[in-house]
T-cell receptor
Framework: GEDVEQSLFLSVREGDSSVINCTYT??????LYWYKQEPGAGLQLLTY?????DMKQDQRLTVLLNKKDKHLSLRIADTQTGDSAIYFC??????????FGKGTRLSVIA | KAGVTQTPRYLIKTRGQQVTLSCSPI?????VSWYQQTPGQGLQFLFE???????NKGNFPGRFSGRQFSNSRSEMNVSTLELGDSALYLC??????????????FGEGSWLTVV
């Protein structure tokens, strides 16, 4: 089945760009998502990308997909303290439910 | 447009009791999935319902069950609660399911503590 890996921690300075990386094992993963979770809250959908795309940009967020290496990244431009949270990468293929990574805790230093 | 609504938000139960959690999906969404989130195991899939039928099931014991009503609202039940069932239970809503390219939205979750 699908397995999704993420680095656990990332620390950046306010105003810098953040890049959160994710790798997945199932080459047939068709839909890949990024979610944000703040303390005590549920999952907020940030953005998603389909496997027929290489890049998607949405305001400060840029998603890059490298299908050959099964690598997904989320870039947050001009990172703010409000971006401090846990970011989850998730994927699905065929008739499978979403499989999540363990999450990357982003700390933004003012 | 209202988001995914989960009730109750917080609850404390005693070992051996049972609990029912409720999820109202976004209007027009017919697929509801449930996930358990714990610090040790992360986010794990419980089950998915679509048009009142369970379409997918995760690797959880039979104490975990669910159902979906004709208005797409869903409930999940955990019987004979164990301490390890303490977790955040998240409900996800989408139009036709996670494999159909639909956007998938989550609720705020129900925090269950078993003592």
């Amino acid at each position: 089945g699908e397995d999704v890996e993420q680095s656990l921690f990332l620390s950046v300075r306010e105003g810098d760009s953040s890049v959160i990386n994710c790798t997945y094992t199932d080459s047939s993963s068709t839909y890949l998502y990024w979610y944000k979770q703040e303390p005590g809250a549920g999952l907020q959908l940030l953005t998603y990308i389909f496997s027929n795309m290489d890049m998607k940009q949405d305001q400060r967020l840029t998603v890059l997909l490298n299908k050959k290496d099964k690598h997904l990244s989320l870039r947050i431009a001009d990172t703010q303290t409000g971006d401090s949270a846990i970011y989850f990468c998730a994927g699905t293929s065929g008739n499978t439910p979403l499989v999540f990574g363990k999450g990357t805790r982003l700390s933004v230093i003012a | 447009k209202a988001g995914v609504t989960q009730t109750p938000r917080y609850l404390i139960k005693t070992r051996g009791q049972q609990v029912t959690l409720s999820c109202s999906p976004i209007s027009g969404h017919r697929s509801v999935s449930w996930y358990q989130q714990t610090p040790g195991q992360g986010l794990q899939f419980l089950f998915e319902y679509f048009s009142e039928t369970q379409r997918n099931k995760g690797n959880f014991p039979g104490r975990f069950s669910g159902r979906q009503f004709s208005n797409s609202r869903s409930e999940m039940n955990v019987s004979t609660l164990e301490l390890g069932d303490s977790a955040l239970y998240l409900c996800a809503s989408s139009q036709t399911g996670p494999n159909s390219g639909n956007t998938i939205y989550f609720g705020e979750g129900s925090w269950l503590t078993v003592v």
